[in-house]
């Protein structure tokens, strides 16, 4: 597989170990800050960061499994059967009047969130990792 970097991008080398320490601190804050303080275009890349480096991945994953497209289509799929409108829908309405209760809160959280990471995973940038003296990206993983 041949690697194109965007010329119009910078690109960061690090030592591993402190990208996972990164990711560590990382994982701190999604145990203490998640679900409101979520970034749901930051979080399929510490999913799959975790798993490529071997730490234990964030505790979301219980709740939706891999950060696939499929697997949110579905989680959107089920809010619409709920509320008998498309997510879009469901989002622009509870905007405009506010959710009436806690369960609507909460979905209108989700959904906001599951759209999100859908548009990320529909445009993950490519995470390069390569080991040892010889840095090139031809001998890199890719992490996407």
């Known amino acids: 597989m041949e690697v194109k970097l965007d010329p119009e991008e ?3 080398v690090m030592p591993l170990s402190i990208l996972e320490r ?3 601190y990382a994982m701190v804050v999604c145990q203490e800050h998640c679900p409101a303080g979520r970034d749901p275009a930051t979080c399929p890349y510490i999913v799959n960061l975790t798993r490529q480096v071997g730490l234990s991945p964030p ?3 219980n709740d939706y499994g891999e950060y696939r497209l499929e ?3 579905v989680l959107i799929k089920d809010l619409e059967r709920k509320y008998g409108m498309g997510i879009e829908d469901f989002v622009n309405m509870i905007r405009r009047r506010k959710p009436r209760s806690l369960e609507e809160q909460t979905d209108f959280m989700e959904a906001t969130f599951y759209l999100g990471v859908l548009r990320e995973l529909s ?3 490519s995470i390069y990792i390569t080991r040892g003296s010889n840095i090139s990206i031809k001998e890199a993983v890719v992490v996407k």
């Open 59 to 61: 505790p979301c994953i």
């Open 10 to 12: 910078e690109y960061v």
């Open 123 to 125: 445009n993950m940038r």
């Open 71 to 73: 697997t949110f289509k």
């Open 22 to 24: 990164i990711l560590r």
